[in-house]
């Protein structure tokens, strides 16, 4: 018999392996893909959503959106390549927005911040001077000092949470403390009324019948009559004027008539 030889050379079909990794990403933040099969490369569906390293698997989000990233071992010795695919979901990164409100309250009263950005959550950095209500945004004052409020958007798929503050400042209402002095005068006469807290300013009701000096407390008797003076303390910080009151009774001088 006349014979002829010719070799061939079976090669073992490329495997592309199983794929793995966190298929959430924010925007601008970064995830990985492995495989369990080494020497394959990376490659994605859509690069104005994800891109990835081709050898790394590296992905890093670009635009909110769904991509489907590919794993690709080259075939050799006839074999078509193989290829194994994961998606990856791109998540827009949250926004706290912009605040705003009345950054002053009084103890005991209430402002109230709120955000351009709805959906998020309030807290205080120190409860003991200030309070804010969750939802609301209302801030009620608890004791003088300064608190900073902050309101905190959730971040979702693979996203960070977003966060904005500000500051608010709580005073303690003033006092206008306990009023003295002498509750009668003649007509052109004077008594001086007086506080047990400075700082704040006289006034009568009527300066018909008696007229006071603000900063002095001095009355001078005018017509017989009663009139109301007032002590004022300015408040400041969001807090009211503090104010107090106390009667003075004029009495005409009396006259001697004609011997």
């Known amino acids: 018999n006349a014979t002829a030889t010719r070799t061939v050379t079976v090669t073992a079909a490329p495997v592309a392996g199983t794929l793995s990794g966190n298929q959430n990403v924010c ?6 893909f492995s ?3 080494t020497g394959g490369t990376w490659s994605s569906s859509n690069t104005a959503i994800a891109t990835i390293n081709a050898t ?12 489907t990233m590919t794993y690709t071992v080259v075939g050799t010795g006839g074999c078509p390549n193989a290829t194994a695919t994961r998606t990856v979901t791109v998540t827009a990164a949250p926004v706290a927005g912009t605040l705003s409100g009345n950054q002053n309250v009084c103890v005991g009263l209430t402002t109230t911040f709120s955000s351009t950005q709805t959906g998020g959550t309030w807290s205080s950095s120190n409860t003991a001077i200030a309070t804010i209500n969750a939802t609301t945004g209302v801030i009620t004052g608890v004791a003088a000092g300064t608190a900073t409020m902050t309101y905190t958007v959730v971040g979702t798929g693979g996203c960070p949470n977003a966060t904005a503050t500000r500051d608010v400042t709580v005073t303690a209402a003033p006092v206008s403390g306990t ?3 002498n509750q009668n005068v003649c007509v052109g006469l004077t008594t001086t009324f007086s506080s047990t807290q400075t700082g704040g300013t006289w006034s009568s009701s009527n300066t018909a019948i008696a007229t006071i000096n603000a900063t002095t407390g001095v009355i001078t008797g005018v017509a017989a009559g009663t009139a109301t003076m007032t002590y004022t303390v300015v408040g400041t910080g969001g807090c009211p004027n503090a104010t107090a009151t106390r009667d003075v009774t004029v009495t005409a001088a009396p006259v001697s008539g004609t011997l």
Do not use: E, K, P, R
Request: proline fraction near 0%.
């Open 56 to 67: 790394t698997g590296v992905i890093t989000g670009v635009a909110a959106g769904t991509a």
């Open 35 to 37: 495989s369990t099969q």
């Open 179 to 181: 009023l003295s002095g």
């Open 27 to 32: 925007v601008g933040l970064t995830t990985t």
